[in-house]
């Protein structure tokens, strides 16, 4: 995993080409549903992000193959501009690869931004919001501890709402390396 870079932006069309598998992430007020578009805006924003508050997205990478294309992307969701405090509040965005999914990558990889956020960077509470339809998005927020806190409209639709603070993060922590204890 590394934050995202320029050479990313061909792997980044060919995920958003696949507009079947990426439908949730399709509707972004004031944007086209253009592959080439909705990647350029990605990756800028993510490099914008690290640049000022040093949080954005990152790729995923096979295990091994670090040269590879990356399999998707994982991290937080700052736009160009936005006066966000990363110690206070983040929000958590994640995508990856049809030919990819399904393979644990999206749940390893955000743990590991969830520890970066919660232990480096400070960050009191993390929120996701997805289509109450994403059932893969609403699957992977479970594995990674997040509880449905309310439903919103955002993206120009109803979306639902998770979150996660740092104190149950840490519960989650102590008591997942106590089970592996036994
Ligand atoms: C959401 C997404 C990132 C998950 O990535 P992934 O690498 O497949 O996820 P993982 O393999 O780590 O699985 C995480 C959990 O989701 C579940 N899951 C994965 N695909 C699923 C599916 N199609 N339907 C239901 N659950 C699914 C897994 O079983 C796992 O749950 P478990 O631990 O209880 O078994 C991926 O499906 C994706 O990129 N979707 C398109 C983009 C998108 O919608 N992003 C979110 C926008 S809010």
Same mark, same amino acid.
């Given at each position: 995993?590394? !934050?995202?870079?320029?050479?990313?932006? !061909?792997? /980044?069309?060919?995920?958003?080409?696949?507009?079947?598998?990426?439908?949730? @992430? *399709?509707? #972004?007020?004031?944007?086209?549903?253009?592959?080439?578009?909705?990647?350029?805006?990605? @990756?800028?924003?993510? $490099?914008?992000?690290?640049?000022?508050?040093?949080?954005? *997205?990152?790729? +995923?990478?096979?295990?091994?193959?670090?040269?590879?294309?990356?399999?998707?992307?994982?991290?937080? +969701? #700052?736009?160009?501009?936005?006066?966000?405090?990363?110690?206070?509040?983040?929000?958590?965005?994640?995508?990856?690869?049809?030919?990819?999914?399904?393979?644990?990558?999206?749940?390893?990889?955000?743990?590991?931004? /969830?520890?970066?956020?919660? *232990?480096?960077?400070?960050?009191?509470?993390?929120?996701?919001?997805?289509?109450?339809?994403? $059932?893969?998005?609403?699957? /992977?927020?479970?594995?990674?501890?997040?509880?449905?806190?309310?439903?919103?409209?955002?993206?120009?639709?109803?979306?639902? @709402?998770?979150? #996660?603070?740092?104190?149950?993060?840490?519960?989650?922590?102590?008591?997942?390396?106590?089970?592996?204890?036994?």
């Amino acid at each position: 995993m590394r !934050p995202l870079e320029r050479d990313d932006l !061909p792997a /980044l069309e060919n995920l958003f080409a696949d507009q079947e598998h990426m439908w949730d @992430l *399709m509707d #972004i007020p004031g944007r086209s549903n253009d592959p080439g578009d909705l990647s350029r805006y990605y @990756l800028e924003r993510s $490099l914008w992000a690290f640049e000022h508050h040093g949080a954005g *997205m990152w790729g +995923v990478l096979e295990r091994d193959r670090s040269n590879a294309p990356i399999l998707g992307y994982t991290g937080f +969701v #700052i736009d160009i501009g936005d006066d966000v405090n990363p110690a206070e509040k983040l929000e958590a965005g994640w995508a990856i690869a049809r030919r990819a999914a399904g393979k644990g990558h999206a749940a390893e990889a955000t743990a590991r931004v /969830l520890e970066h956020a919660f *232990m480096d960077l400070g960050t009191r509470s993390i929120q996701a919001i997805t289509s109450p339809h994403n $059932l893969s998005s609403r699957r /992977l927020m479970s594995r990674l501890g997040f509880a449905y806190d309310r439903d919103v409209v955002a993206y120009q639709g109803p979306q639902v @709402l998770y979150a #996660i603070n740092r104190q149950d993060w840490l519960a989650g922590c102590r008591s997942a390396k106590l089970h592996a204890s036994w």
